[in-house]
């Protein structure tokens, strides 16, 4: 199955997730308060109310998950004392993120043995193991990527660890890790060559998963090859990519959400949501779009939007959210403490600014980090991160003639230098391409990179860069 076929309309959207955003209105599903949960009523950092979190129902063991979950791929960092050239997880800094949104009724925990450089897990096992094991869900992947880690005993050591790491003896969600990436075969040889598919059956026949599922990147055959078998592996969760772009534009090996959606929806699998954010592009806007949203909602970022529209569908199990500020952790509880769903003429609104985002020059990056570390030291994330900026903001100008050409010129320069080492930018990569293989977007980096390193010596010669030449 390709990408869906056509847009989606509103009142086709709206059919879609269900009853509608008026059932959620009413309340109807966000649910009480669960087992160790805490209901608040409180002002997050002068702004809105907060009253209580929205939960939503996993059908197969009756867990009341919280809409937001906290993704654990970007905990915050701090200086090494050891060692002043390397940043480590800021332990204090995780605990305080953690008690506050559980605090506020968080209670889903999303991580994997490759975030953080491999220390995501140990940090949140350390934060979540001072409160009680019955307050919190813990996801964890089974992230056997690597070709060393193919062989069952190496798989199932990965697993033990995860266990290990977390500090517990069971794990709530548990997920074969991006499927679909490098196509099938890698799914035969990751899962089912080595039997671990199967050891992964047997530990959730024994309690030790309560809940299994898989995350899905890339090629759309081996995620309609794993719902045709739920009868036989019966997933009681996925998680996919969604957000107002990616509904009906999805770039690159991505497949439309609303494709996704509707295929765990024909089946009562709940989703689980990475990217409502789509990598953080969606929180911030052009001015003239930004003129949009605020004639609209005057006091709501633009990260709240994204969010309500990720979490209005209902079969919508949490909306993951990588929160390393508490700033970021703040505004998502208001908006999730209850969800307000978008209406039909707000997403009739995001469709029109999905169709601006798409025609953008915008690289779409998600700052995943799966393309990390670069063997010649790149900061690839960082670089597109910046050109980014500059695009959202209209600093890219298209001629020399303009008179806004010199500060957008030194803008983007300075900018440049300030935000990525010299040593870390684009003109050092030399095409070997070995990120390109892991990255869930399909972006051709190496060829994005020529062209914005192209960009930048054109800038430093007050050119402009012809990207047909």
Known sequence: MKKADKNITRRSFLKRVGAGSAVLA???????VGSGQQSTTSTVAGKKSIGEMTYRTCPSSGDRVSILGYGCMRWPTKKDSNNPDE?????????DLVDYALKHGVNYFDTSPVYCKGESERATGIALSR????????????SNFNEKTWPLEKSVEMYRNSLKMLQTDYIDYYLLHSIGQ????????????????????KERQAGHIRNLG??????????????????KYKWDFVQIQLNYVDWNHAS????NASYLYDELDKRGIPAVIMEPLLGGRLADMPDYLARQFKERRPEDSFARWAFRYAGTPPHVLTVLSGMS?????EDNLATYSPLEPCTADELEFLEEVAKGFISSDAVPCTRCQYCMPCPYGLDIPSIFDHYNKMVNDGTIEKTTRSDAYNSARRKFLVGYDRSVPKLRQASHCIGCKQCESHCPQSIKIARRMQKIDSYVETLKRGEIYDAQS
């Open 26 to 32: 009413t309340g109807a599903i966000t649910g009480c």
């Open 182 to 201: 490098n196509g099938m075969e890698a799914f035969n040889n990751r899962y089912i060559n080595n039997g671990f598919l199967d050891f992964i059956l």
């Open 214 to 231: 898989f995350s899905y990147h890339g090629d759309i055959a081996v995620f309609d090859y794993l719902l045709a078998n739920h009868d």
């Open 252 to 255: 690159g090996r991505n497949t």
């Open 87 to 95: 940043e480590i997880i800021d332990q204090d800094a995780v605990n």
């Open 131 to 142: 409160h009680p094991r019955n307050s919190y869900f813990i996801a964890t992947k089974a």
């Open 325 to 329: 500020y508490m700033e970021h952790l």
